[in-house]
């Protein structure tokens, strides 16, 4: 129907006649002539319809925003005054020989230029893609997955798909869950991700697998999170973690010079888990950054204030200060709000001090709790932090999870409000990862990572006689703050991986019931193997530049999990309710 796209017209199509097809972004009628700009996926040519052409003239007057076009005519140059150089198509216009209205529009809900609710455009999703910046989101995406095919089809791995169809496993989220129609009162699970079918294909001898991946959680969504999401997954035998990461790290850094011609660094520094959560309270830190958390227990922990002398003779506690240069800018109103801010992370408020005249001393300090600590106290919390005049102090005091969890929160959002984030990619890997945490509610281990990474230790006596202080072999990598890739070493020997089950209590039946294939498959010579998993969503958002990933994801689901546009989920008919052999129960209203 077309010869040539609309937005790749340009002077060296002078004298010639093309085809073009797509929608009218704009139609200007001057009387005895109309100009219509063209739009499709490539971008926007002018087109001019003249009066002398009668059929096609009277067929432009009726073209509206959004009329979808076939306009066919010969290519000129525009007079020097009308020339646009900000578009190829800019020194241009197509004059029309003939016009074909290919269907027409409606009036749309919104102007696609207008910056309209995000529920509006996932309810006409179909002209929110229309759009030239959602074009170019999903158009990046799709050269990052190019980009990584490519890469890793040259470097021998194979791409294997694996059941959508799987039987449910605990892997840390609410599995989605299917009926069996041939099976009643049995159901499969859609995968939380292709974990257990990738290292049986190490254990099948397959070497090095990818898959870029569907991937279902039923969980709480955020911005970042999506009910059905895209990842990248990857394995290798034979490996240890800086086999796996050194390759990945080389493979990222190219997508990123490859589709948005960033340069990252080489190689990309690594922190420690716990050096990550000692100096930023969070195990993804955004280094563009430069605020640093730092402990003050020692400062105070003979200070008569027991909300900090407290934790800091608790061992399980933490004090901590956040340095905020020239935080003393801040209004009151201001630090009021952050101290609201903090309390969805744990805290009971934010203490803090503004240094108005560091040569004052006492005297020129402001702050709600500078009446309760001593000289002592302050002026051994000043030289651990490097106070200056003009600073703002914030501390955190408690559970060191909570002071971690606020004030690495605090960070990033005075960060943000001060001005403070850098330009540019900041990459680095977080190793050493805690084996397990204790949940207090449960009273038993859970996985940090999943049930299948390894200890750093060989010796499941070990293990056992340590699990509180264990360390994994997982790896995450992250960038500008994000978590872009997780992975770790696999457990490949069958009395470690019983032995990790039972620690996370997971008795032998339940573990024979939900792992028996994996277990039988250790068995037989498993290699030792490893891998990581990649977020497309989080890098296509990254490389896109927009901060959630419902912008890269075409057809996307709301926070709460619907689908506004197809009004997914909905109910089903009763008749195929029974031959699923499945009934609704209503919840009660309490």
Same mark, same amino acid.
């Given at each position: 129907?077309?010869?040539?796209?609309?937005?790749?017209?340009?002077?060296?199509?002078?004298?010639?006649?093309?085809?073009?097809?797509?929608?009218?972004?704009?139609?200007?009628?001057? $009387?005895?002539?109309?100009?219509?700009?063209?739009?499709?996926?490539?971008?926007?040519?002018?087109?001019?319809?003249?009066?002398?052409?009668?059929?096609?003239? &009277?067929?432009?007057?009726?073209?509206?925003?959004?009329?979808?076009?076939?306009?066919?005519? %010969?290519?000129? $140059?525009?007079?020097?005054? #009308?020339?646009?150089?900000?578009?190829?198509?800019?020194?241009?216009?197509?004059?029309?020989?003939?016009?074909?209205?290919?269907?027409? +529009?409606?009036?749309?809900?919104?102007?696609?230029?207008?910056?309209?609710?995000?529920?509006?455009?996932?309810?006409?999703?179909?002209?929110?893609?229309?759009?030239?910046?959602?074009?170019?989101?999903?158009?990046? =995406?799709? =050269?990052?997955?190019?980009?990584?095919?490519?890469?890793?089809?040259?470097?021998?791995?194979?791409?294997?798909?694996?059941?959508?169809?799987? &039987?449910? @496993?605990?892997?840390?989220?609410?599995?989605?869950?299917?009926?069996?129609?041939?099976?009643?009162?049995?159901?499969?699970?859609?995968?939380?991700?292709?974990?257990?079918? %990738?290292?049986?294909?190490?254990?099948?001898?397959?070497?090095?697998?990818?898959?870029?991946?569907?991937?279902?959680?039923?969980?709480?969504?955020?911005?970042?999170? #999506?009910?059905?999401?895209?990842?990248?997954?990857?394995?290798?035998?034979?490996?240890?973690?800086?086999? /796996?990461?050194?390759?990945?790290?080389?493979?990222? =850094?190219?997508?990123? &010079?490859?589709?948005?011609?960033?340069?990252?660094?080489?190689?990309?520094?690594?922190?420690?888990?716990?050096?990550?959560?000692?100096?930023?309270?969070?195990?993804?830190?955004?280094?563009?950054?430069?605020?640093?958390? /730092?402990?003050?227990?020692?400062?105070?922990?003979?200070?008569?204030?027991?909300?900090?002398?407290?934790?800091?003779?608790?061992?399980?506690?933490?004090?901590?200060?956040?340095?905020?240069? %020239?935080?003393?800018?801040?209004?009151?109103? #201001?630090?009021?709000?952050?101290?609201?801010?903090?309390?969805?992370?744990?805290?009971?408020?934010?203490?803090?001090?503004?240094?108005?005249?560091?040569?004052?001393?006492?005297?020129?300090?402001?702050?709600?709790?500078?009446?309760?600590?001593?000289?002592?106290?302050?002026?051994?919390?000043?030289?651990? /932090?490097?106070? #200056?005049?003009?600073?703002?102090?914030?501390?955190?005091?408690?559970?060191?999870?909570?002071?971690?969890?606020?004030?690495? *929160?605090?960070?990033?959002?005075?960060?943000?409000?001060?001005?403070?984030?850098?330009?540019?990619?900041?990459?680095?890997?977080?190793?050493?990862?805690?084996?397990?945490?204790?949940?207090?509610?449960? &009273?038993?281990?859970?996985?940090?990572?999943?049930?299948?990474? *390894?200890?750093?230790?060989?010796?499941?006596?070990?293990? @056992?006689?340590?699990?509180?202080?264990?360390?994994?072999? $997982?790896?995450?990598?992250?960038?500008?703050?994000?978590?872009?890739?997780?992975?770790?070493?696999?457990?490949?020997?069958?009395?470690?991986? !019983? =032995?990790?089950?039972?620690?996370?209590?997971?008795?032998?039946?339940?573990?024979?019931?939900?792992?028996?294939?994996?277990?039988?498959?250790?068995?037989?010579?498993?290699?030792?193997?490893?891998?990581?998993?990649?977020?497309?969503?989080?890098? +296509?958002?990254?490389?896109?530049?927009?901060? !959630?990933?419902?912008?890269?994801?075409?057809?996307?689901?709301?926070? !709460?999990?619907?689908?506004?546009?197809?009004? *997914?989920?909905?109910?089903?008919?009763?008749?195929?309710?029974?031959?699923?052999?499945?009934?609704?129960?209503?919840?009660?209203?309490?």
């Amino acid at each position: 129907m077309r010869s040539h796209y609309c937005g790749l017209v340009d002077e060296a199509l002078t004298g010639q006649t093309v085809t073009l097809c797509g929608w009218a972004d704009t139609v200007r009628d001057h $009387g005895n002539v109309v100009f219509i700009d063209l739009r499709d996926h490539e971008g926007v040519v002018q087109a001019v319809i003249e009066c002398d052409n009668a059929d096609s003239f &009277k067929t432009a007057q009726s073209v509206r925003y959004e009329f979808c076009l076939r306009i066919v005519g %010969k290519v000129r $140059g525009r007079p020097a005054s #009308q020339i646009n150089d900000k578009l190829r198509s800019g020194r241009i216009e197509v004059v029309a020989e003939s016009i074909e209205v290919l269907n027409a +529009s409606a009036p749309l809900p919104f102007m696609l230029d207008d910056n309209v609710g995000e529920d509006a455009r996932l309810r006409y999703r179909y002209l929110d893609i229309r759009r030239p910046d959602m074009q170019r989101k999903l158009r990046m =995406r799709t =050269r990052l997955v190019s980009a990584l095919r490519h890469y890793l089809d040259a470097r021998g791995f194979q791409d294997i798909e694996t059941p959508i169809l799987t &039987k449910a @496993t605990p892997e840390g989220a609410r599995d989605y869950l299917v009926p069996s129609r041939v099976h009643p009162g049995e159901f499969f699970a859609l995968p939380q991700s292709p974990q257990l079918f %990738k290292q049986l294909l190490m254990m099948a001898g397959m070497d090095r697998y990818y898959q870029i991946a569907r991937c279902f959680r039923d969980e709480d969504l955020r911005a970042d999170r #999506q009910p059905e999401f895209t990842q990248l997954d990857m394995e290798f035998a034979f490996v240890g973690e800086r086999d /796996v990461q050194d390759f990945v790290e080389g493979m990222i =850094r190219h997508v990123f &010079k490859e589709v948005v011609g960033v340069d990252l660094a080489d190689p990309f520094p690594r922190m420690t888990y716990e050096e990550a959560m000692r100096r930023y309270g969070s195990d993804k830190p955004d280094l563009r950054i430069d605020l640093e958390l /730092v402990d003050v227990a020692d400062a105070v922990r003979n200070a008569e204030f027991k909300v900090f002398s407290g934790p800091a003779n608790d061992p399980g506690g933490r004090v901590a200060a956040l340095r905020l240069p %020239k935080g003393a800018e801040l209004t009151r109103k #201001q630090l009021d709000d952050y101290g609201i801010y903090v309390q969805k992370y744990g805290a009971k408020g934010l203490a803090w001090i503004r240094v108005d005249d560091l040569a004052k001393g006492r005297d020129g300090l402001t702050g709600p709790i500078v009446k309760y600590l001593d000289d002592q106290a302050i002026d051994g919390i000043f030289k651990a /932090v490097g106070a #200056q005049t003009g600073d703002v102090l914030f501390f955190g005091a408690g559970p060191a999870k909570v002071v971690a969890d606020v004030l690495g *929160a605090l960070r990033l959002k005075v960060g943000r409000d001060m001005g403070l984030v850098q330009e540019g990619w900041r990459p680095l890997w977080v190793v050493d990862f805690p084996m397990f945490e204790y949940d207090f509610d449960a &009273k038993r281990y859970v996985a940090l990572h999943h049930p299948f990474t *390894a200890p750093k230790v060989d010796d499941v006596s070990d293990l @056992t006689a340590n699990a509180a202080n264990a360390v994994s072999r $997982g790896y995450d990598m992250v960038l500008n703050g994000n978590e872009i890739g997780g992975g770790s070493i696999r457990i490949h020997r069958p009395e470690m991986q !019983s =032995r990790v089950f039972d620690l996370l209590g997971i008795g032998a039946e339940e573990a024979e019931q939900k792992f028996g294939f994996l277990l039988d498959a250790l068995k037989f010579g498993a290699p030792p193997h490893g891998g990581i998993a990649f977020g497309i969503d989080r890098i +296509s958002a990254l490389m896109a530049g927009t901060e !959630s990933i419902r912008d890269v994801i075409a057809f996307p689901k709301t926070a !709460s999990a619907q689908c506004l546009m197809t009004s *997914a989920p909905s109910t089903v008919p009763e008749p195929q309710l029974q031959e699923l052999h499945v009934r609704v129960v209503k919840p009660v209203k309490g």
